[in-house]
Nanobody, 116 residues
Framework: QVQLVESGGGLVQPGGSLRLSCVAS????????MGWYRQAPGKGRELVAI???????RYADSVKGRFTISRDNAKNTVYLQMNNLKLEDTAVYYC??????????WGQGTQVTVSS
């Protein structure tokens, strides 16, 4: 079983920055695709960014050029650096681990609020 623990959310003004972290338990982190998703009030969960085991990244169009996903396999940690935050980035952000053998796992979520 894998547990994912997110941290780094909070309240920030428009144009500000935050860095989210997600630490995974277990031994399958390095062979898994890691992703960040978000869910705004009244909306469905959407993909923000993913990073594969070989470091390939993909981003939602709405965050390209502002967000950067990265991973540290030695620390079983995935990061999401969020710059130039906008009001519409307000959401609960969830960490996801996808492994082709063991399936999908989700964190509990961390709130990001962008407000002036």
């Amino acid at each position: 079983q894998v547990q994912l623990v997110e941290s780094g959310g909070g309240l920030v003004q428009p144009g500000g920055s935050l860095r989210l972290s997600c630490v995974a338990s277990g031994s399958i982190f390095s062979s898994s695709t890691m992703g960040w998703y978000r869910q705004a009030p009244g909306k469905g969960r959407e993909l923000v960014a993913i990073i594969t085991s070989d470091g390939t990244t993909r981003y939602a169009d709405s965050v390209k050029g502002r967000f950067t996903i990265s991973r540290d396999n030695a620390k079983n940690t995935v990061y999401l650096q969020m710059n130039n935050l906008k009001l519409e980035d307000t959401a609960v952000y969830y960490c996801n681990l996808h492994n082709s053998v063991h399936g999908d796992f989700w964190g509990q979520g961390t709130q990001v609020t962008v407000s002036s």
